[in-house]
């Protein structure tokens, strides 16, 4: 008998440690490169259940408990290690973290998202550092709140690792505070001897083709935004009046917002989805989503798990057109997304039914339309040579093509690439170590890999800070940590801490219980302050 990860699998190897027969692969990277998911053997799992216990995100089940829906991942674990045999993996011994003399380390974290919290939760297995968060908004967990998908609440627990670091008494949080505005890197250097910064990239990359600034032309991370509640986007104007919605790029932010857009008003009701977004969508006239990828299915960027759970989509047809691509037998990723593309290639479509359209090898030309969207105009690919153009008719263009970090006040930047220069999370500037300053996450590597992604990325970054200050090569704190809030104050800012947060997250779950959903968000920051201070 054996556990089985299936589709929500979040990358965050909890489970690779407590497994006592190391029968878990690949372990991930902390470029965030490597697989899409998590594969247990079915032949060395010894059934002890130590995996599903540490899972954050309830993707690990026993395989006779496997959800009807998610079955195909019982062959899919079994078949990854035909392919790739187990190997006895030399796993080196986990370094003690000796405790320090309280007020000797005292760290900023700015950034409450999943890399931030990661590195947070790695610092205080330290004993006696010291710890203060600071976040622009008034909630904390970044794109666990506002980027995950309303309909996968599976994935939005893994806070719960988080929660007890955050809670931690050397742990101060500091919401709905801006660095850069209401307190300056310099002076968060003054407060503390090392500060990590942990704000993702927020700036979604343009096409840089015609007609993009169109009305009716959005990034993809907007109406993403916009459906979550974040109080950035929460009065966007997201004109849904067209029968299609076209979306260039197909990686995981493309299917959820196409899932989104074409799942049943009544469904998405029961998630935590804005009540704003969830009243349009109910007005919404699309009834076909077309994907746009300029390569083949195999190199689609989505995860396996994604494409596969689009299949349990209600009153939905996914339809396949576009050059596919070949199989790639050595990429068994790649070979599964073929696999499933043909699959669903072969399924008989259903009268009255929405459709899910991925059109592959296609490139995107132009934005067309006078006063607004009307249509995009694009290239297909037959055999590595191009075909006539053609305008797919649209009222609705996204674009999910990646996201780039911007630059923070005070911090090196490299525009070319959208990150913070560093070695191996130690910031660099013209090639030197920046004493004190680091990086993790997006703003670290760039756009890659997924939520679990981020912990080993911050594992590398706070192992660097710690051997630093081991090493005396911190700086000192020139004031006293108390000197924070004083900083604040004479700014005229009320943080909100932990505590305020919760008070937020109550009353969130006590107005969805009313009309039995996990949670109904405040949108507005004054209606999220005023909840964290009653």
């Known amino acids: ?14 489970c690779v440690p407590v497994c006592p027969v190391d029968c878990i692969r690949p372990v991930p990277s902390t470029d965030g490169t490597g697989s899409t998911m998590l594969y247990i053997d079915p032949a060395s799992c010894v059934d002890c259940g130590a995996c599903e216990a540490e899972c954050p995100v309830g993707a690990i089940y026993f395989e006779d408990d496997v959800p009807v829906s998610q079955t195909d991942f019982l062959d899919i674990n079994a078949d990854y290690f035909t392919r790739n045999p187990l190997a006895v993996r030399a796993v080196a011994p986990e370094v003690g973290h000796r405790a320090v003399e309280p007020g000797a380390l005292r760290v900023a974290i700015v950034g409450t998202g999943p890399a931030a919290c990661y590195a947070a939760a790695e610092l205080m297995r330290t004993d006696g550092v010291e ?77 840089g083709i015609g007609g993009e600034e169109l009305p009716g032309n959005h990034a993809a991370a907007e109406v993403v935004g916009w459906y979550n509640g974040h109080p950035d986007h929460a009065d966007d104007v997201i004109d849904m009046s067209a029968r299609r919605a076209v979306i260039i790029g197909n ?29 349009h ?28 759970a689009l299949g349990e989509l209600s009153g939905v047809d996914i339809v396949m057109t576009g050059e596919t691509g070949d199989r790639p037998d050595s990429d068994f990723d790649g070979a599964l997304k073929f696999d499933t593309a043909e699959r669903y290639a072969r399924r008989t479509p259903t009268g009255g ?79 030197d170590i920046v004493p004190g300053v680091y990086v993790t996450g997006w703003i670290k590597r760039g756009p890659r890999g997924f939520i679990g992604t981020n912990r080993t990325c911050a594992q590398e970054t706070v192992a660097a800070l710690i ?44 107005r969805g219980g009313e009309t039995s959903k996990p949670r109904v968000k405040l949108v507005a920051v004054p209606d999220l302050v005023t909840a964290a201070r009653e």
């Open 281 to 308: 969508l109910a007005e919404s006239e699309i009834e076909e989503v077309v994907i746009v990828g300029r390569r083949g299915v195999a190199d689609a960027a989505f995860s396996v798990g994604e494409f596969l």
């Open 131 to 207: 710890v203060n968060m600071f976040e622009r908004l008034p909630t904390p967990f970044g794109l666990i709140r506002s980027g995950v998908a309303p309909d996968h609440q599976r994935t939005k627990g893994v806070v719960s690792i988080f929660e007890p670091a955050l809670a931690h008494p050397n742990l101060r949080c500091y919401f709905n505070v801006t660095v850069g505005d209401d307190i300056s890197h310099q002076e968060l250097l003054e407060h503390h001897h090392a500060v990590i910064y942990g704000v993702g990239a927020s700036s979604s990359r343009k096409l």
């Open 467 to 510: 051997d630093d200050f081991r090493g005396g090569r911190l700086p000192e704190v020139a004031a006293p940590d108390a000197g924070i809030d004083a900083v604040l104050e004479a700014s005229g800012v009320a943080p909100i801490d932990w505590a305020g947060w919760q008070r937020i997250d109550e009353e969130e779950r006590r």
């Open 1 to 14: 008998m054996t556990f089985v990860i299936t589709q929500n699998c979040c990358n965050d190897a909890s």
């Open 353 to 431: 039914n929405k459709r899910l359209v991925f059109r592959f090898g296609t490139t995107p030309v132009e934005v067309v339309g006078a006063d607004r969207v009307e249509g995009l105009r694009v290239t297909a690919t037959h055999g590595g040579a191009a075909a006539d153009d053609e305008v797919i008719e649209t009222g609705l263009v996204l674009r999910s093509v990646g996201y780039r970090g911007t630059a923070l006040p005070g911090v090196p930047f490299d525009t070319e690439r959208g990150v913070v220069p560093n070695e191996r999370g130690r910031v660099t500037e013209g090639g």
């Open 251 to 279: 990686g995981n932010v493309a299917l959820d917002v196409a899932r989104v857009l074409l799942s049943a008003t009544e469904q998405l009701a029961a998630t935590d989805i804005a009540e704003h977004a969830l009243r």
